[in-house]
Nanobody, 124 residues
Framework: VQQASGGGLVQAGGSLRLSCRAS????????MGWFRQAPGKEREFAAA????????NYADSVKGRFTISRDNAENTAYLLMNSLKPEDTAVYSC???????????????????WGQGTLVTVSS
C-alpha cells in the first residue's frame, strides 16, 4: 500500500478527496480501509470498503459526509470528504487486507498492510 495522497488545508465546509494506491495485480482481492489520527488522540476508524466494492461501512462521526470508493482497474481507493469540520483534522492513512469479496473491516488489527498517512487540516 503506497502513501495516501490528497490531504491539505481546507476551510470548514470544504471538501477533499484522498487517494490510496496499492501495487500488484490483486487489488480486487483487498478490503480497504481509511483511518485517522488526530494530535494527542488514538487512531480511529473512518471508512471501509469490501474487495468487490459492494459493501461499505462508516464511523458515525463521518456518516453522510464521507464516501469511500474504489477503482479496481486503477488499483486505487478513494475517500471523498465533504462538509469538513475542524474536528476532522488528522493524519489519514489507508490500510488493506486480503479478504473475501464482501468483507469489510473496521478495526486496525484486522488490516495487514498500511500506507503512510496524509495530513488533513480543517480551519474554522
Amino acid at each position: 500500500v503506497q502513501q495516501a495522497s490528497g490531504g491539505g488545508l481546507v476551510q470548514a465546509g470544504g471538501s477533499l478527496r484522498l487517494s490510496c494506491r496499492a501495487s500488484g495485480r490483486t487489488f480486487s482481492n483487498l478490503a480497504m480501509g481509511w483511518f485517522r489520527q488526530a494530535p494527542g488522540k488514538e487512531r480511529e476508524f473512518a471508512a471501509a470498503i469490501s474487495p468487490n466494492g459492494g459493501t461499505t461501512n462508516y464511523a458515525d462521526s463521518v456518516k453522510g459526509r464521507f464516501t469511500i470508493s474504489r477503482d479496481n482497474a486503477e488499483n486505487t481507493a478513494y475517500l471523498l470528504m465533504n462538509s469538513l469540520k475542524p474536528e476532522d483534522t488528522a493524519v489519514y492513512s489507508c490500510a488493506a487486507v486480503y479478504a473475501v469479496p464482501r468483507y469489510v473491516a473496521t478495526q486496525p488489527s484486522q488490516y495487514a498492510y498500511w500506507g503512510q498517512g496524509t495530513l488533513v487540516t480543517v480551519s474554522s
